[in-house]
């Protein structure tokens, strides 16, 4: 479809009395759909088969990637907005992610695919953060929005308005508090936001009667060098929300539920609960039992738990004190069915706190140690011993290890995908 016929089986199509373009036959909305689906440089080379084939092309729904363009010029501009200015049809996606646009030029794009009813945008600029345009502000028809190494205008975003903004991702992001309550107050239906990295917001204030999943994580080494980082985050009106990740918890910022606060993994009160969540997952140094109860007692329809165990940064840790154990945790007894904890090593605190779950969730369907080793017989057979998981209270519960090769600790980003049924069912 992206090249010529070839002449034989033309020339035996001709024989038999027979057309050899079949493809051709389809309606122009068909072909057009189909065109749109294919990587850009297969899409611009259907242009060789005739007029109508040009015109086509030149009208489809536009998917520009700059990681599509041939080798020689997905660094250049021009190349952009050649395609940008001959295109004709609306804009499904843009993505940069190796191209170095100058702030006149990524603003005139910006404008044009705002013209195009642009879906889906993704901005990640390779070098130092760079200012967003103004003419963001003109994508109306955003739906989903990927945005890194940005600053966030406070002018701009106080006039915001996404009214289909389903899914926003700011990472590594520099943006005041009234630049992001700003923002976030312009998207009506936003349903996924993820904060990975936010700086100069000392506190964020979520009020989203749409959203389903919130994702918060911090940095380790460079907060030093750009400035404070967010500290406090309230969730004070999310109805719907589904799914908490939260990375690097014991430095990340205080969490407000409600009346519930979390700071540095510690419950500091614990006076609400959220029955709308579903899914947890947290990314903890050396977890524990006992702030991984709190969280539970906050979540009591919880249903996935998903926990990350690294020693990315060394840190001295206390022993928490479990109290009062003996308060039925509602969660355990009717709902968490799938328990992951990856970059288990099998240290102490990790099979302390993998045999309580093991030993007190009754509705326990699949428990999933990703390991961060080879998983070698003798290793895997020490562990099971250790882990006594002919204890487990749901006694059809799978008990499964696998090697885990994530090297990079933070969670995959299709884990704030609330069209997925299971996001944490990660692939190693």
Known sequence: MTTPLPYAVVAAAAAAGEDPDQ????????????????????????????????????????RLHDSDLPSRCAYHSA???RILRSHRGDAVSFRLSSCRPSSADLDSWLRILAGKRLQELLLQQPSEPFPLPPSLLACRSLRSADLTNCRLPVAATAAASFPHLHELTLRYCFASSPALHGLLAGCPALASLSLDRVFCCRSLCVRSRSLRSLTVSVSLRRRDEVGDELQELVVEDAPLLERLLGHDVNWGPSIHLGATLFHSMRAVRLAAELRCLKALALEMVDPQVKPVVDFLRCFPCL?????????????S????????M????ECLNRHLKRVVLAGYEGRKREIQLAMF????????????????????????????????????LSLGAQVLFEVYRKSHTRFQKHASNITLADPFDVKT
Not at 326 to 329: G, K, S
Request: net charge positive; proline share 6%.
């Open 79 to 81: 190349a952009i907005s």
């Open 357 to 392: 779950l093991i030993s007190n969730a009754r509705v326990l369907q699949v428990m999933k140690f990703l390991c961060a080793n080879d998983c070698n017989p003798t290793w895997l057979a020490r562990q099971k011993r250790r882990l006594c998981l002919d204890n487990r």
């Open 317 to 324: 840790m206390e022993t928490l004190r479990c109290d009062n």
């Open 326 to 329: 003996d308060y039925p945790i």
């Open 23 to 62: 493809i051709g036959r389809l309606p122009d909305c068909l072909l057009t759909t189909i065109i749109s689906l294919l990587p850009l440089d297969s899409a611009t080379r259907t242009t060789a088969l005739s007029r109508r084939w040009r015109s086509l092309w030149l009208s489809a729904p536009l």
């Open 303 to 315: 249903e996935t738990l998903y926990i990350t165990s690294h020693m990315f940064v060394p840190r």
